[in-house]
Structure formats: C-alpha cells, structure tokens
C-alpha cells in the first residue's frame, strides 16, 4: 500500500480525480467505465480509496466486522466524517453513523445556525456536490447513505 498526498484539492477525494491528480494532471473527475479497478493509475487496475476509508480498517480488524456493521443502516453500513463549516454554531470534523439524518447533524452535533438564525440551506459534498434549500421549516428529514 502506498500513501499519496493528493493536489489538496476537495475535488480529490473522488477516486478518478485523485488518480489524475497522481499522475500530474489536474484533479478532475474522469468518466467511468472503465472503472479504476480495470483501469486505473497509469492506466493498471488499481484499488484506489481515500485515507478515510483506508483508516477503518484497523478498527475493523481488531473489533471485526461485525461490530463495525453494527454501526449505520442495513445497506450502508459503518461510519462517515463531515467537515461542518458555516454559519454554524459548532464547526469541525465529526464521525456519525450511517443513516443519520442531516437534522441531527447540523443542530445536534453542530448547535444549529449561529445566532439562532433561521435555516435556509445546507451544501453536501463539497464544489462536486449540490444544496438542499430549506423550502418549509427545516426539512432535513434526508438521511446520509
């Protein structure tokens, strides 16, 4: 296994972005097929993934599989990190279960909206991802997958 310092780039932390950003190129998101997996890094099959995922694996060898499964929904297992940042009362990196909702995320963990002030939207995924506009009261009834 090797370690490799992406082009720091939010962007990177897709797979095909990172393996253009390994190779010299810019960080971009390439289209698939052909997934990494046939044809990856200089174009060889690779098994490519963020250190994210990479750091579950001690975890889940010394705690075993079944204990990590417990962690999340029936079809998304495990945990996952979000970098809250915003107009947020309490920001930073946290590590939730799979399948919790965006609500609890943003105003149990994150303290809700600085200043009490009324929620209006929220970006997932970074400049790749989209907004969820708040069109009612705090619809956040969207779980993390």
């Given amino acids: 296994m090797h370690i490799k310092e992406g082009a720091g780039a939010f962007v990177c932390g897709e797979e095909t972005a990172l393996i253009a950003s390994i190779e010299g190129e810019r960080g971009m ?3 698939r097929p052909p997934f ?3 044809s990856g890094l200089w174009r060889k099959p690779t098994n490519i993934n963020n250190v994210e995922t990479y750091a579950n694996i001690p975890w889940i060898i010394i705690n075993g599989p ?3 499964a417990k962690y999340g929904t029936e079809k998304s297992k495990g945990t996952k990190v979000f970098a809250l940042a915003g107009k ?3 920001s930073g990196l946290v590590e939730v279960p799979m ?3 965006i609500r609890d995320v943003i105003f149990k ?3 809700g909206i600085q200043y009490d002030k009324k929620f209006k939207a929220v970006q997932m995924g970074g400049p790749s991802g989209g907004c969820i506009l708040s069109t009612s009261p ?8």
């Fill in 36 to 38: 990494p997996a046939a």
């Fill in 99 to 101: 399948g919790i909702t």
């Fill in 109 to 111: 963990l994150g303290g």
């Fill in 88 to 90: 947020i009362k309490r």
């Fill in 66 to 68: 079944e204990a990590y």
């Fill in 29 to 31: 998101p390439r289209k």
């Fill in 138 to 145: 705090i619809p956040l009834w969207i779980t993390i997958r």
